[in-house]
């Protein structure tokens, strides 16, 4: 509710249909065991619960993992899996939800998605950049452009899945020097040991964070 570009966005109408409504309208077609938006907000609370959603209360929290993870353990600490999905992300897809879950993942581990983007495109610093292994294994996320002279990039889709063991690990770990010089929450958890697996589909993603991204959205929705 605090953006400084786009105040309120969560509340945003997209064609008749808040933003966190349809967030949760998109992550509900993949029939999780259960789906629950984590928010300080008694505004977005009721909101959520007004179209039989469920919502958990949560104090200050640093970033979307501490959040989470707050909400993690105010539910019991439910499930081996825990997607965090980003309330500014209308365009969820259930793919998106098995992709993130159907990965092998060992304990101390993380698994999140990508797309291909082309190389221009990739000079804009609010598109976060991945590279990877072979395995599919991350390196390393940037702002800039990476690798240099690469005829696509990889944006990094901002949604995680974790176990049991590396969700409370990362939402605690501290910054690293490389994540705060990036910016990247991400990349504390790498320097902390984290391995962070990606998965590269063709996912119709895009954050809205400003009242341009928020036309674009709702264009996308009157087209659909």
């Known amino acids: 509710m605090e953006s400084t570009r786009l105040p309120g966005k969560p509340l945003a109408d997209i064609c008749g249909r ?67 999905l980003q309330g500014d992300e209308p365009f969820v897809q259930p793919e998106w939800v098995h992709a993130l879950a159907s990965r092998d993942m060992q304990p101390n581990s993380v698994v999140t998605l990508a797309r291909n983007i082309s190389a221009d495109s990739g000079a804009d610093p609010s598109i976060v950049k991945v590279v990877m292994n072979s395995q599919g294994e991350a390196l390393y996320f940037s702002r800039r452009s990476i690798p240099w002279g690469a005829a696509f990039l990889h944006q990094h889709v901002g949604v995680y899945c974790f176990t049991p063991e590396s969700l409370p690990f990362c939402a605690n770990s501290p910054s690293g020097e490389l994540s705060v010089q990036e910016k990247l929450e991400q990349l504390g958890w790498m320097e902390n040991g984290v391995g962070i697996k990606v998965v590269v589909g063709d996912w119709n993603a895009m954050g809205v964070d400003t009242p341009d991204d928020l036309e674009e959205a709702r264009k996308w929705f009157r087209n659909y």
């Open 18 to 84: 808040s933003m966190i409504l349809r967030v949760l309208d998109g992550a509900s077609k993949a029939n999780p065991d259960r789906l629950v938006v984590a928010t300080d907000s008694e505004l977005i609370r009721q909101e959520v619960l007004s179209a039989g959603y469920e919502a958990v209360i949560t104090g200050p929290a640093a970033n979307g993992t501490n959040r989470v993870n707050m909400a993690w353990h105010a539910l019991g600490c439910p499930g081996d899996r825990i997607i965090n």
